[in-house]
């Protein structure tokens, strides 16, 4: 066998070998990176949630932990600071949408949204929240807000 033949020979197993698991590696290092960068985004809108409900705490005046509301009538100014912390939720659940949710969605990302999912589920079941859910709405993403609104409509069908 001559050099030129065996050269040849190489640059068939090259072929046959070495380049398919080449892209069979790309592949899959592109999908680890894709992994790895919705899990940091997962990581950041968890984080800016825990920031959420620090500011929750912060306003403990407000209720805003118990499921049915503040028990007593607000002040004006109290009244104010609660739809401006709505606000802010409505802003980090149109993020979270936007960022996370897919129509079809594979099991990694699914369980990353269910817990998005559950959080709304949980505000749209306060009556106040839900009042003021109109007017937080406006001007947000048209999906998002489809999206949202039949969770209120799921939620208030619930036993």
């Given at each position: 066998?001559?050099?030129?033949?065996?050269?040849?020979?190489?640059?068939?197993?090259?072929?046959?070998?070495?380049?398919?698991?080449?892209?069979?590696?790309?592949?899959?290092?592109?999908?680890?990176?894709?992994?790895?960068?919705?899990?940091?985004?997962?990581?950041?809108?968890?984080?800016?949630?825990?920031?959420?409900?620090?500011?929750?705490?912060?306003?403990?005046?407000?209720?805003?932990?118990?499921?049915?509301?503040?028990?007593?009538?607000?002040?004006?100014?109290?009244?104010?600071?609660?739809?401006?912390?709505?606000?802010?939720?409505?802003?980090?659940?149109?993020?979270?949408?936007?960022?996370?949710?897919?129509?079809?969605?594979?099991?990694?990302?699914?369980?990353?949204?269910?817990?998005?999912?559950?959080?709304?589920?949980?505000?749209?079941?306060?009556?106040?929240?839900?009042?003021?859910?109109?007017?937080?709405?406006?001007?947000?993403?048209?999906?998002?807000?489809?999206?949202?609104?039949?969770?209120?409509?799921?939620e208030e069908k619930a036993p």
């Amino acid at each position: 066998m001559s050099l030129h033949e065996i050269l040849e020979m190489l640059s068939y197993i090259v072929t046959i070998v070495a380049l398919p698991l080449a892209i069979f590696t790309f592949v899959l290092e592109q999908r680890k990176e894709r992994q790895n960068e919705e899990e940091e985004i997962y990581q950041r809108l968890s984080d800016e949630y825990r920031e959420f409900l620090k500011l929750v705490l912060d306003n403990a005046d407000l209720h805003l932990l118990r499921r049915e509301g503040s028990r007593e009538e607000l002040t004006g100014e109290q009244q104010e600071r609660r739809q401006a912390i709505f606000g802010i939720l409505i802003s980090l659940f149109e993020r979270a949408y936007l960022l996370v949710y897919e129509p079809k969605m594979d099991k990694q990302t699914r369980r990353m949204w269910q817990s998005w999912e559950d959080y709304m589920r949980e505000w749209v079941r306060r009556t106040d929240f839900r009042d003021a859910l109109p007017m937080l709405l406006e001007g947000e993403d048209e999906e998002f807000t489809h999206y949202i609104s039949e969770l209120v409509s799921e939620e208030e069908k619930a036993p």
